[in-house]
């Protein structure tokens, strides 16, 4: 198994401003992925988080809007640019073991005011 | 692209009762996993059980159970000797695998759980 930790657990923003959620995991894994989830829905995948080079976006979503950064196999920002009330979700990480189980970190409820 | 549907939005059942959530995927890949998460009202996503497509024994976790028919697409959860801690959200999901590593999770919309006692 993983553990994931990710902080901040939770936050409000103005509009226009920018939120970096941070997500460490305790071991070495090669697979990262950040996840959001709107009010009452399931969870979307935004991008997987590459090690040493730019994460891979979903269709939908921008580098420009969420810059992902992953340093190494263990840490992995997400940055949740120019906010607006519509970003408001949960935004989660995860990884993926060498058993291949998924594990998430506890999330980030973000409200935009 | 893979899809996951979970046609129920909501069940509810009486404590000590098994309950069975149904999930049905598409999709044109034969190497991926199909997994079940709970996630009660703290949002935590909670890993309940992971099948191979592979493998054509269905696997379990307790009191956790599935009925994988890989020709049907079809991925259902039986939850027995339900309890009031399985009330939640249950979401299904799939991962295609692929050499080197595998591929994020696409999601079922989620079935509420509630366990009445």
């Known amino acids: 198994s993983a553990v994931i930790s990710q902080k901040p657990s939770r936050d409000i923003c103005q509009r226009g401003t920018s939120l970096t959620i941070q997500c460490q995991v305790d071991s070495q894994v090669t697979m990262m992925f950040w996840y959001r989830q709107q009010p009452g829905q399931s969870l979307t995948l935004i991008a997987t988080a590459n090690q040493g080079s730019e994460a891979t976006y979903e269709s939908g979503f921008v580098i420009d809007k969420f810059p992902i950064s992953r340093p190494n196999l263990t840490f992995s920002t997400l940055t949740v640019s120019n906010m607006s009330p519509e970003d408001s979700s949960i935004y989660l990480c995860s990884v993926v073991t060498e058993n291949t189980e998924a594990f998430f970190g506890q999330g980030t409820r973000l409200t935009v005011v | 692209a893979q899809t996951v549907t979970q046609s129920q939005p909501e069940m509810s059942v009486q404590e000590a009762e098994t309950v069975t959530l149904s999930c049905t995927y598409d999709?044109?890949?034969?190497?991926?996993?199909l997994f079940w998460y709970k996630q009660p009202p703290s949002r935590q996503m909670i890993l309940v059980i992971r099948?191979?497509?592979?493998?054509?024994q269905n696997a379990t976790e307790n009191r956790f159970s599935v009925n994988f028919q890989k020709a049907a697409k079809s991925f259902s959860l039986k939850i027995s000797d339900s309890q009031l801690g399985d009330t939640a959200m249950y979401f299904c999901a799939f991962m295609k695998h692929r050499g080197g590593g595998a591929d994020g999770l696409t999601f079922g919309k989620g079935t509420h759980l509630i366990i009445q006692p």
């Open positions: 099948q191979e497509a592979y493998k054509q």
């Open positions: 999709t044109s890949e034969n190497n991926y996993y």
